[in-house]
């Protein structure tokens, strides 16, 4: 991130203690009291373009993977009414570019959000700004990480990884989140580029079901051996009809036989079906 436009870690603490009374994260990482179906678990990746977000629905816990853009909040409050949501249990924010938080404060503020898990350091810009003025508003707890968050949910685990470092990059301070249930393993890299896939690497597991893939296309070193070394059923890149994908990633998941979704082609869903995980698109409500 330039260093014209980042604040220091010190000014934003003193402005979120200014601006953000009753904003701040509780102590303990307890895991919501939402009643849900029992082996319930879903997940649903927007068509939103060069954009991130993505709806987890794991026995009634509610997590929302990053906001995509600001005029995204049509098409995400669209698919959290059809599923007759009211209440954001987590909303996670892999990193503060305004393709993965722009609808947040509006989503703050239409929707109950039990907490944001977000990367320590904050962003001068009016998405991030918005954000802060809504949780302000509404009381909306803010964790910034700055170790592993771990809620455990009624079937498996929520597991949200920061950078070990402060990289001086957006993406590269992305937040790296691993959802369980039921032996399955999903991994949302954020925006996460070299320098982060190279941390993230020592912390990897050997598989994954699925990966959401980190920025839109792009691809190093690191991501295609974790792509090598887990061989994921299904990879999601969230991408518009402008970017392509690197070739090589492409290549290496071909080799490992890994199913390869784009978001620009439609909405994705995954859900249990009583015996397995299935993943659908619908390729006529592309983007």
Known sequence: MAAGKRWTRALTAALLIA?????????????????????EFTVDFLSTGKSDCALLRADGTVILSDT??????????????SCGIGRIDYMILSHYD?????????????????????????????EYAALLAACADTGTPWRR???????????????????DRDYGDDNNNSLITTVTWK????????????????????AAEESYTLIKLPHHGDSCK???????DTEPRWAVEMISVFEIVDQELLRTLEKT???????RDGPIRLAWDGTALTAVQDREAAA
């Not at 995509?68 to 009414?81: C, G, R, S, Y």
Request: contains cysteine.
């Open 19 to 39: 601006a953000l009374s009753g904003c701040g994260a509780p102590e303990a990482e307890t895991p919501p009291e939402t009643p849900g179906t029992e082996e």
């Open 68 to 81: 995509a853009d600001a005029d995204d909040f049509a098409a995400i409050a669209e698919l959290l009414d």
């Open 98 to 126: 305004k393709d993965h938080i722009g609808s947040a404060a509006a989503l703050v503020r239409a929707y109950e959000v039990g907490e944001i898990l977000a990367p320590d350091y904050g962003e001068q810009s009016e």
């Open 145 to 163: 990480l700055t170790e592993d968050y771990r809620a455990e949910l009624p079937n498996g685990t929520l597991l949200v990884d920061p950078p």
């Open 183 to 202: 032996g399955e393993r999903l991994l949302f890299l954020g925006d996460a580029k070299k320098k982060r896939m190279e941390e993230f690497l020592d």
């Open 222 to 228: 690191p991501l295609l051996r974790l792509v090598e």
């Open 257 to 263: 036989g890994t199913e390869l979704f784009l978001t």
